[in-house]
């Protein structure tokens, strides 16, 4: 389900997942067939990970990231969710073809 809210996306963001929502923040957004692809992909992993442990993962490897990287920037392209989604987005056909627990190819993977 999409929800539009200017007031509930981060200012610096055009969406994010929160299993089962998707929070765009314009109306004009949910036209945009890649960025809900990478919304879709997050729920996917969300899924995968049985949604609370996702979040668990999503924060320490964002601190991790963070003392990696020491931009929150960086530190947030850098988690393995958000390579995969972003390596992917432009890819419609992805979560048909997708492996189960896909993101841990991005773990390691070099930097965006």
């Known amino acids: 389900m999409i ?4 007031y509930l996306v981060p200012k610096g963001y055009t969406g994010f997942t929160f299993f089962p929502f998707v929070f765009i923040k314009d109306a004009y957004l949910c036209e945009d ?3 809900l692809n990478h919304e879709k992909i997050h729920l996917k ?3 995968e990970l049985l949604i609370i442990p996702f979040y668990i993962i999503y924060v320490i490897e964002f ?3 963070l ?3 020491k931009t929150w920037h960086m530190a947030y392209r850098n988690i393995s969710f958000e390579r ?3 390596r992917n987005e432009y890819n419609l056909l992805y979560l048909k073809e997708r492996s189960f627990w896909q993101f841990l190819n991005y773990i390691n993977d070099h930097h965006v």
Do not use: W
């Open 33 to 35: 067939v890649f960025l």
């Open 67 to 69: 003392y990696q990287y």
């Open 63 to 65: 601190l991790v990231r």
């Open 3 to 6: 929800i539009v809210s200017k």
């Open 84 to 86: 995969e989604a972003y």
């Open 45 to 47: 992993q969300q899924l």
